[in-house]
């Protein structure tokens, strides 16, 4: 059964430093993994998604590596703001005969004090 | 513009009840899913569909039942078999059934049982 598991639980750092955010998993057949955005009572917001024969992606002041025969990821994230404040999800996609759909993880809690 | 609404917003229900929670998106998606998200835990999946008038369990799917009649359309039914149903429901969509695909999430439905 694949486990998703995210470290630290909570972040919290001043503005403008730079910071990464892991995630690892059990299993390394997934077909990609995603990072979300959570704010406060709500939805999630996709911010990357790293097919499993890529090594990374990048979107603005976000980088996300993903290295499938360790089981393991990271987000990268430039020049934090306060407006970086939420929670951050790590997802895999489920490869195999199983249902489909995301296994995520608990999460981190991020924030960036101004 | 395009994107997924989920109503209502928060929902409340007395024990015993039947509950439907509405998910609807107008991306042309063919594939959607819905997921479970308790304080402190990952979210979990309930039900997907990957092509209308089909879909299939998650892992959590006992107390639950759903319907895809319109392509744009996946209604969940909470009932009252479910043991534990207050949560924060989630609805995602993805462009069809095949697991590269991204998903995106809807805001959500808050369900509290008096």
């Known amino acids: 059964k694949q486990e998703v598991t995210q470290i630290p639980a909570a972040l919290s750092v001043p503005e403008g430093e730079n910071l990464v955010l892991n995630c690892s998993f059990t299993?390394?057949?997934?077909?990609?993994l995603q990072w979300f955005r959570q704010d406060p009572g709500k939805g999630l917001t996709s911010l990357l998604l790293?097919?499993?024969?890529?090594r990374e992606q990048t979107s603005g002041r976000l980088n996300a590596s993903l290295d499938k025969s360790s089981g393991r990821s990271t987000l990268y994230i430039a020049a934090s703001q306060p407006g970086d404040s939420a929670t951050y999800l790590c997802?895999?996609?489920?490869?195999?005969?199983?249902?489909?759909?995301?296994?995520f993880g608990k999460g981190t809690h991020l924030i960036i004090q101004p | 513009d395009g994107g997924i609404t989920q109503s209502p917003k928060y929902l409340f229900r007395k024990e015993g009840q039947n509950v439907t929670l509405s998910c609807e998106q107008n991306?042309?998606?063919?594939?959607m899913y819905w997921y479970r998200q308790d304080p402190g835990q990952g979210l979990r999946l309930i039900y997907y569909?990957?092509?209308?008038?089909?879909?299939q369990k998650g892992d959590i799917a006992e107390g639950y039942s759903v319907s895809r009649e319109k392509k744009e359309s996946f209604p969940l039914t909470v009932t009252s078999a479910q043991k534990n149903p207050t949560a924060f429901y989630l609805c995602?969509?993805?462009?069809?059934?095949?697991?590269?695909?991204?998903?995106?999430f809807g805001p959500g439905t808050r369900l509290t049982v008096l």
């Open positions: 995602a969509s993805s462009l069809s059934g095949s697991r590269y695909n991204e998903q995106f």
């Open positions: 299993d390394s057949a997934i077909y990609n």
């Open positions: 790293i097919q499993s024969s890529q």
């Open positions: 997802a895999v996609r489920r490869s195999g005969g199983g249902a489909d759909g995301l296994t």
């Open positions: 991306l042309n998606h063919d594939a």
């Open positions: 569909s990957q092509i209308v008038n089909d879909f």
